[in-house]
């Protein structure tokens, strides 16, 4: 392998992936040929928990917005460095409003929290040995997770190499530019392109959002 998995930390070798995608795709061929190399990289996860909390705290707001929520909430518990699942079932919805947090969103952590308290939300351990749809089922049975927050996680968190999220607006207007095509590619023509990505289909998402920045 090229590019080692120790220092990638990824579970999959980016230049035999890249090489993959070059010979399947020739559209795509030419994409990575622009882009250049597969630099994305799994942020460091320790909680399945804390993960999610994050990732419910930043949907539909701005990066900026989102931290400073976050931040709010972290404080709420110092000084643990964040909380614990037990910790935000006994916070009063009020104070977690207080910190920022919508109705929605304060519903959707105390439903992560319980549901992680029960089993049905895994722990890292554990879901380093489910498959990705495996991961799905059980994620979006929380309040508030969808299948995009969870693809997200499996590609940025838990860097699982074949996950194409065919609802992602990035993804589908990078296809639709590689294409030269004007309008966007629906989820089941998305999916039945890509089968010729499999099993890096995460690689290819990467560079169809590359297109944008190019």
């Known amino acids: 392998m090229g590019i080692t998995m120790a220092v990638t930390g990824l579970a999959y070798d980016p230049e035999v992936a890249?090489?993959?995608?070059?010979?399947?795709?020739?559209?795509?061929?030419?994409?990575?040929?622009?882009?250049?190399?597969?630099?994305?990289?799994?942020?460091?996860?320790?909680?399945?928990?804390?993960?999610?909390?994050?990732?419910?705290?930043?949907?539909?707001?701005?990066?900026?917005?989102?931290?400073?929520?976050l931040g709010r909430v972290v404080a709420l518990y110092r000084p643990r460095r964040f909380p614990r699942p037990v910790d935000i079932l006994e916070t009063p919805v009020q104070r977690l409003r207080a910190a920022g947090l919508s109705a929605a969103k304060a519903a959707a952590v105390k439903d992560l929290a319980?549901?992680?308290?029960?089993?049905?939300?895994?722990?890292?351990?554990?879901?380093?040995r489910m498959s990705d749809d495996e991961i799905i089922e059980r994620l979006t049975a929380v309040r508030g997770i969808g299948p995009w927050t969870v693809e997200m996680l499996l590609i940025f968190r838990l860097a699982r190499p074949d996950v194409l999220p065919t609802t992602d607006y990035g993804v589908r207007k990078g296809f639709a530019l590689v294409r030269g095509a004007r309008q966007l590619p629906s989820p089941k023509e998305l999916l039945a392109h890509g089968e010729r990505w499999r099993p890096y289909r995460t690689v290819a998402s990467w560079y169809l959002w590359r297109v944008l920045d190019l």
């Open 114 to 128: 319980a549901r992680t308290l029960d089993g049905t939300v895994p722990t890292m351990a554990r879901v380093r």
């Open 18 to 69: 890249c090489r993959h995608l070059t010979s399947a795709d020739p559209r795509l061929a030419e994409l990575i040929a622009r882009a250049g190399a597969f630099t994305m990289r799994p942020e460091p996860t320790q909680s399945l928990f804390a993960a999610l909390v994050e990732a419910i705290v930043y949907q539909q707001l701005s990066g900026k917005a989102a931290e400073t929520i």
